[in-house]
């Protein structure tokens, strides 16, 4: 009888010893030892800006997105940004004109060379990150230079991404974020921005970016559907993650400065490998068709909105992304 009764105790002892739901009693508490946090300083807007004069067009399939002229409807935009600590944005540029090579996207007058310029003009503690690329300005819709076979040649398009980045710098860019996926893109665009006196502008590599049926709203908003064919045969296969590191080690080699996994939802493990790998800081874009989704639903009254957010971008910090390029930035600084 006694044997049984200490027995007991013992069991009793090791239930009472640990009991993690102590320290989730109270919000408070939770908060006192929560793990993982998203900071403003953590998350990018991404902005479209759209050449003309006093534009703020709604993008059906992103509710609650715009593209801005780069006048006063751009200024407004980051002055609500910045009042909601949000102090950084990635630009994407939407021309008036295409053609084969896409030469607004390094014409000094641009779409895009114009938003830097009146960004930093109006405050020139906004940290402007630049998509480096050509999808947006070609007329076929492809992220490069086209041979006569219809296929993007690599070559001639690192001479253009250049010319792209290089434009974009001269602007006053303060970081510029190729996604092209060209092989040796970070390569030529670290010399091409060396010798042109931009050594101190960081490449943030887009070094993992997926194939991905998540990216269509965006094509919608900045008007980059390729007009034939896909881009599988430059972005990245979906099934592969030994690639995605092959990718990175490659651009970590040829110098760049900040690493990316595009999408983030459906490869939060790539992005953890690639955290357990590198030292580098680790960017991941939670993309339009991720935004998009959780607005539907939202909308339909099928979930949280709020609380999707949090745990979307909670999830992706937890996966090691230093920084999250998201489209709800700006409505979840104004919740913190």
Not at 10 to 31: D, M, N, V, Y
Not at 169 to 196: C, H, K, Y
Not at 199 to 219: D, L, W
Not at 223 to 246: C, H, T, V, W
Request: charged letters at 25%.
């Amino acid at each position: 009888m006694k044997s049984i009764q200490v027995e007991k105790r013992e069991i009793e002892t090791k239930s009472t010893a640990q009991q993690p739901r102590r320290l989730r009693s109270t919000a408070k508490l939770r908060s006192l030892v929560s793990e993982t946090f998203v900071d403003n300083g953590h998350i990018v807007m991404p902005i479209f800006v759209q050449e003309g004069r006093g534009l703020k067009q709604k993008i059906d399939s992103m509710p609650g997105i715009f593209r801005y002229s780069p006048d006063i409807e751009l200024d407004k935009e980051i002055e609500e940004l910045t009042n909601a600590g949000i102090n950084t944005v990635l630009l994407f540029g939407l021309p008036r004109k295409k053609d084969a090579v896409g030469s607004d996207a390094y014409n000094p007058d641009g779409v895009v060379q114009q938003a830097i310029m009146r960004i930093k003009n109006l405050n020139e503690d906004v940290v402007i990150i630049c998509d480096v690329c050509m999808c947006e300005y070609t007329e076929h819709g492809h992220c490069g230079i086209l041979n006569g076979r219809g296929e993007v040649d690599n070559q001639k398009t690192l001479g253009y991404l250049t010319r792209i980045a290089e434009a974009q710098a001269s602007a006053g860019a303060d970081i510029v974020a190729p996604s092209a996926m060209m092989d040796d893109q970070v390569a030529s665009i670290r010399a091409a921005l060396d010798t042109s006196g931009f050594k101190s502008v960081p490449i943030m590599s887009y070094s993992s970016k997926f194939a991905s049926a998540f990216y269509g709203p965006f094509r919608e908003a900045a008007d980059s559907a390729p007009k034939f064919g896909d881009r599988k045969s430059y972005q990245m296969d979906s099934r592969n993650i030994r690639e995605a590191l092959r990718e990175t080690e490659l651009d970590v080699d040829q110098g760049a400065d900040i690493l990316m996994v595009k999408p983030a939802l459906p490869y939060l493990d790539v992005i953890s490998a690639v955290r357990q790998k590198f030292n580098l800081p680790l960017a991941t874009y939670n993309v339009s068709g991720e935004y998009s989704m959780v607005k539907a639903a939202a909308m339909n009254g099928w979930i949280d909105e709020e609380r999707a957010v949090d745990e979307i971008l909670h999830s992706m910090r937890r996966a090691g992304a230093d920084i999250i390029i998201t489209y709800f930035a700006k409505q979840y600084a104004r919740r913190k």
